[in-house]
């Protein structure tokens, strides 16, 4: 197998996993609450990372960030927004808002579009000026509909987005960069454990250990698909990167609607297709951007890219 080709693999098997996301996160619900579930995602998503750099023998890096106080701040902030957004995420697929997590992911790389143009004063072509008004049309369209802003969608848009740009100036790989969030956020995360069992409403020893074990899992299920991610960065083009992502929320608007059988009004399937519209132009144009300008395979990836869910 051509190397190309096996970062297709990895790439590919990585976004199904992300994809399928939406159906692991309800098997804690009931009787753990999102919040549980997101301070056990912290916390065993650190052992494996830590485990895996142990294996890797990767530790250089460790030193370089604690000498930075600037990167360690900005791992601080990164560490929160990944976090509020994992948050987010949990709570939309347990209280049956999947479809608000399709539309976040859909409309992700609008944002962070917009926010490089606020952030790093890149210039936006007219093509993409375009997709994001179209963007913003949808999220009125689902507003009307949905009677309030779909804040969900919004929050976890927002928050991946941000983070994304955070991740330009931290400059970790992704294994890297979730073993310090994860690391800054572990004493909390502990902290909020042991409260919830002291106070009676922890579930971790007292349901079954069937239910251990996949709050354990939580931990390989937020760093395997980022580890294959990873494997498949260096290897395939950006263009093609950025193809794949759109699986993501493809496939948890298909879960919401086919299997969770959330509700998909009139004025929902129009603002998910004025979404879809956005985003044709939007390959279009990237498409187009980059026969113009090729780029390696071996080009690094943007943060906004990885972590998702």
Do not use: C
Request: proline share 5%; aromatic share 12%; charged share 10%.
């Amino acid at each position: 197998m051509s190397d190309l080709n096996r970062g297709v693999l990895y790439g590919a098997s990585a976004y199904f996993l992300w994809g399928f996301l939406p159906l692991y996160w309800p098997l804690f619900s009931p009787p753990a609450s999102a919040f549980e579930v997101l301070l056990h995602r912290m916390i065993w998503s650190l052992a494996v990372t830590l485990a895996v750099l142990l294996v890797q023998r990767n530790w250089r890096w460790v030193r370089e960030v604690l000498r930075s106080p600037r990167r360690l701040l900005l791992l601080a902030a990164s560490a929160v927004l990944i976090s509020a957004n994992w948050g987010f995420f949990i709570v939309a697929v347990t209280t049956g808002h999947t479809l608000q997590s399709a539309l976040a992911y859909f409309v992700n790389p609008l944002v962070s579009v917009a926010l490089g143009t606020l952030v790093f004063r890149e210039r936006l072509r007219a093509p993409q000026w375009a997709a994001v008004a179209l963007g913003g049309l949808a999220v009125a369209v689902l507003t009307v509909d949905y009677g309030s802003l779909p804040w969900l969608a919004l929050a976890m848009a927002f928050s991946f987005a941000a983070y994304g740009v955070l991740k330009k100036f931290v400059r970790l790989d992704g294994v890297e960069s979730l073993t310090a969030e994860t690391a800054i956020m572990i004493l909390p995360a502990l902290g909020g454990v042991l409260v919830t069992e002291a106070a009676g409403s922890g579930t971790f020893l007292s349901v079954s250990p069937v239910h251990s074990l996949l709050l354990v899992g939580s931990g390989v299920a937020t760093a395997v698909p980022l580890m294959l991610f990873g494997a498949a960065a260096h290897r395939i083009p950006l263009t093609l990167v950025g193809l794949l992502q759109f699986t993501v929320p493809v496939m948890h608007f298909l879960i919401a609607w086919l299997v969770f059988e959330e509700e998909l009004s009139t004025g929902r399937w129009i603002g998910f297709a004025v979404v879809w519209a956005a985003l044709t132009v939007f390959v279009v144009d990237m498409l187009r951007q980059a026969r113009r300008t090729p780029r390696p395979a071996s080009a690094p990836v943007s943060g906004s890219t990885a972590e998702t869910g």
